[in-house]
């Protein structure tokens, strides 16, 4: 052995490295490309946090005059509650994945389980163009078609009465058609291709040998799916969910165009309100750097920041757990 | 046999059996479902049909070769060239330092990465990027290059915010791209004396195109409709009647330079929404969303082609 390479010495079979990789060089400047995503998230951090907490630094407001019903930011004594736009966040975002999640996880397994090729090859294709729609054009369509159907077809007050028992439901109709409901409809088609992609992903992950011992066992498919498919997928399927949960939290120029932009708490589905980016978007160009105003504007993206980097934590908390069982 | 377990499958009643027939009801359930689930894929194609049709008779009568190349008028419905070379020039400059930085990222993660700490942290900044609302990033772009710069409203400005905004996406689109090829062809290399760095460029690279040209047009896709960013960044005003043969880049007058503001065909559609005024409004609005979807259903059909003609040739030769 020793005589072989002695005959053979491996530096003359081996490429001769160039002086940049000598240096290592290829490897720092990959990495330097890689690690600046670090960079960029830690300054935004910094700067966001910065800003977003003036308004108690430098302007002098408690914490509890910010969680607080009251945005008046033209009063003599300005007041930023923003408590209206967090819940109107809140609220709009909890009924886009109302309506959103039962339909993404219906096309999830409909891709996964039941469509055949050439079905799927044009569903898939379909909501990659969804995910390509830009948010002018989803707000655009929901101010040209939804917000007048809904104004037209639901003007009156919605009354449900039954015989005998009498007015069981009621909350007033819509007065221009943006609404709550406009809001939440418009961010449900866009939060779409998410929970579906990522909930396909977690379908497909489940070994094949579940289905097929389940259907050996004389399941129906539909009995696989809810049995054994959905619970072993379940953690997959939250994680669709608080993706979808974060676009939609963060999503700013479909919904500012739908919402009504009313800085008031929503008493129905029918009704105008607000949120934390629609405010944002609104107001920044009204106002002047370091002005308490824009200060509370600040603040509003830092809880932004706040809800953004909770959803990467809870994704990874849900996906360890689910590495672990 | 088969009889025989039929028969002890049906005294066994409607419990959970191992008999092989499932209840009249669970195959009603089932059937049920399995049209519930068709009726979902075929919800979403109606969508994009009507979507789609929608703007095709909203743009019919609008879009036309000087809606395309005329400036915006105040009396006629006049055109948005303007905004939509800005659009095409954003998308250029982004394209033009991202897709590099990217690339390069989606090597070390591919190639390099090892299990450690500063990888968890490059995946952890990669994840809370790609989930920070696109209107954050543009609000990050607005302090430091618009008031801490001094730059002002500039499309270097906008640039690099959208670049930011798009790099976790760049990056992890090419990683996968790179882990797509098969782990032989780079031992095979490596076998024959190749550096790693070589075994990278002349190997790994080359196989990983057609799937890094796929990533580069869905990233661009995104670049081209993204308008939260901007807002902040790039400006949002009625773009100057542009001068093409300025060709100096230096001066803010010309529309090659990147220290101009730049109001792109999605801030564009904001913009006069928010407006609310003017009576071609909504037809200007329609065109221009239609051109926006065309350019989407352009950028998707185009990966989608590129793609496989590549991976064709590269397969075959």
């Known amino acids: 052995m ?280 609104l107001d920044m160009g009204n106002t002047v750097f370091g002005e308490p105003w824009q200060d509370a504007l600040w603040t509003m993206s830092l809880v932004l920041l706040v809800i953004s980097i909770t959803s990467v934590v809870l994704v990874r908390v849900i996906n360890k757990r689910r590495m672990g069982s | 046999m088969t009889a025989n377990a039929g028969s002890i499958g049906r005294s066994s009643g409607a419990k959970p059996s191992l008999n092989g027939k499932a209840s009249r009801g669970s195959i009603l359930a089932d059937r049920a479902a399995t049209v519930v689930l068709w009726g979902t894929g075929a919800l979403v194609l109606l969508i994009l049909g009507s979507i789609i049709l929608h703007f095709a008779m909203a743009a019919w009568g609008v879009v036309s070769l000087s809606f395309i190349l005329d400036n915006p008028s105040q009396t006629t419905l006049g055109g948005i060239m303007p905004v939509l070379w800005n659009s095409i020039y954003m998308l250029a400059l982004t394209m033009l330092i991202a897709v590099p930085v990217g690339l390069l990222g989606g090597i070390y993660m591919a190639e390099y990465a090892g299990d450690n700490v500063v990888t968890g942290a490059i995946r952890f900044a990669e994840e809370s990027i790609s989930s920070v609302p696109s209107i954050v990033v543009g609000l990050f772009g607005l302090i430091l290059f618009v008031d801490d710069f001094h730059w002002g409203f500039t499309a270097l400005a906008g640039a690099l915010a959208l670049t930011f905004f798009n790099l976790p996406l760049m990056t992890r689109l090419s990683e996968q791209a790179l882990r797509a090829v098969p782990q032989d062809e780079r031992s095979a290399s490596l076998a024959l004396g190749a550096t790693k760095w070589q075994t990278i460029r002349h190997v790994v690279v080359p196989l990983a195109i057609p799937g890094l040209i796929t990533g580069v047009i869905l990233t661009a896709g995104r670049v081209f409709g993204e308008a939260a960013v901007l807002l902040f960044t790039a400006g949002i005003g009625t773009p100057p009647h542009y001068n093409f043969a300025n060709l100096d880049i230096t001066n803010p007058a010309s529309p090659w330079s990147p220290f101009r503001p730049a109001t792109t065909l999605s801030v564009y559609i904001y913009k006069l929404n928010s407006e609310g005024l003017g009576a071609f409004k909504n037809q200007i609005v329609d065109g221009s969303a239609a051109i926006l979807i065309s350019m989407v259903l352009i950028f998707n059909l185009g990966a989608r082609f590129v793609g496989r003609v590549l991976t064709r040739r590269l397969t075959a030769a």
């Open chain 1, 2 to 281: 020793a005589s072989l390479t002695s005959a053979y010495p491996t530096s003359k079979l081996r490429a001769k490295p160039g002086l940049l990789e000598r240096l290592d060089l290829p490897r720092r400047v990959v990495f330097v490309a890689a690690a600046s995503m670090i960079i960029v998230v830690a300054m935004l951090m910094i700067f966001i946090v910065w800003q977003g907490t003036q308004l108690f630094v430098k302007d002098g407001y408690s914490l509890g005059a910010i969680f607080d019903a009251k945005w008046d930011p033209l009063a003599d004594t300005p007041e930023f509650g923003i408590l209206p736009f967090i819940l109107g966040t809140i609220v709009v975002t909890a009924g886009a994945l109302l309506i959103s999640t039962p339909l993404s996880v219906g096309v999830a397994l409909f891709l996964s389980e039941v469509a055949p090729k050439w079905a799927k090859s044009i569903v898939q294709p379909a909501l990659e163009i969804f995910v390509g729609i830009p948010s002018v054009v989803w707000g655009w369509l929901g101010i040209t078609v939804l917000v007048p159907f809904l104004a037209d077809t639901f003007n009156g007050p919605i009354v449900i009465s039954l015989p005998i028992v009498g007015t069981v439901f009621s909350m007033p109709g819509f007065l221009t058609g943006f609404s709550w409901l406009a809001g939440s409809l418009v961010l449900s088609i866009m939060v779409l291709p998410t929970i579906t992609s990522v909930s396909y992903d977690a379908f497909r992950a489940v070994p094949q040998e579940l289905r097929t011992g389940s259907l050996a066992l004389g399941t129906t498919r539909w009995q696989m799916i809810r049995h054994i498919l959905i619970p072993s997928a379940l953690s997959g399927v939250l994680t669709a969910v608080v993706l979808g949960m974060t676009r939609a939290a963060g999503e700013a120029l479909a919904v500012q165009m739908v919402i009504g932009n009313s800085p008031t708490l929503p008493e129905a589905i029918t009704q105008p309100m607000t949120t934390l980016t629609s405010q944002i978007t």
